[in-house]
């Protein structure tokens, strides 16, 4: 696709309940990140892949946080047992290659709000 | 531990005028310095990225500074619009490690015809 996509856009979870957001990075890209912005707060890496491989994931704010991103394209993460302070916007970013001075592309975000 | 402050939290003007949004950031060894731009519902969009050599990046009206040692940056805004109404995010990667970027809490700007 032409930018990075998520999915779900908007998601109402019941407190206890597991959630899955997807994303889907730029085609060809190597790095994907996932953010967490909490309302009116700036976004708050969690989690960084490249490739496959997940080669950080000191953001992650529990154990019930899990990244995956198997075949090195679409990634997921999965929050267990949500709570409400899991309510958040989660966003998605891929840049093509790994250095540092590669523009990061950011997906329009996950919209969790747990009740 | 990188820190990053915007000043100020929110801001509103009238059609026009030129306006500046401030970045402080505590840790000076940063790789690199981003702005970007946020609309309500939305994803973030860049809009300029500083190495940490430079000085300044110039787009269209965006103009955006760098002074690296003492750990500040400005956007620059001229002749504002109503569309230039936005959230203004500003993000820092550190120059060790790989590519984290670090936010700041960002401008809220509204801009009015």
């Known amino acids: 696709g032409a930018g990075v996509s998520q999915s779900p856009r908007y998601k109402v979870a019941k407190r206890g309940q597991d959630v899955a957001l997807r994303c889907d990075p730029i085609?060809?890209?190597?790095?994907l990140f996932w953010y967490q912005q909490a309302l009116g707060q700036g976004p708050e890496f969690l989690t960084y892949?490249?490739?496959?491989?997940?080669?950080?994931k000191s953001g992650l704010p529990s154990d019930r946080f899990f990244a995956e991103r198997p075949e090195g394209s679409v990634s997921t993460l999965k929050i267990q047992r949500t709570q409400q302070e899991d309510s958040a916007v989660y966003l998605c970013?891929?840049?093509?290659?790994?250095?540092?001075?590669?523009?990061?592309?950011f997906g329009e975000g996950s919209w969790l709000t747990v009740v | 531990k990188q820190e990053v402050t915007q000043i100020p939290a929110a801001l509103s003007v009238p059609e026009g005028e030129n306006l500046v949004l401030n970045c402080s950031f505590t840790?000076?060894?940063?790789?690199?310095l981003q702005w970007f731009r946020q609309d309500p519902g939305k994803g973030l969009t860049s809009l300029l990225l500083?190495?940490?050599?430079?000085r300044e990046q110039t787009s269209g009206r965006l103009n955006a500074s760098l002074d690296k040692s003492s750990g500040r940056s400005t956007l620059y805004i001229a002749a504002s619009q109503p569309g230039d109404s936005a959230t203004y995010l500003c993000a820092v990667r550190g120059d060790t490690g790989f590519q984290k970027l670090v936010f700041g809490t960002g401008t809220r700007l509204l801009v009015s015809p």
């Open positions: 970013a891929s840049s093509l290659w790994a250095g540092a001075g590669n523009t990061i592309y």
């Open positions: 892949f490249q490739n496959e491989a997940q080669l950080d």
């Open positions: 840790d000076s060894a940063i790789y690199n």
């Open positions: 500083i190495q940490s050599s430079q």
């Open positions: 085609s060809g890209h190597v790095s």
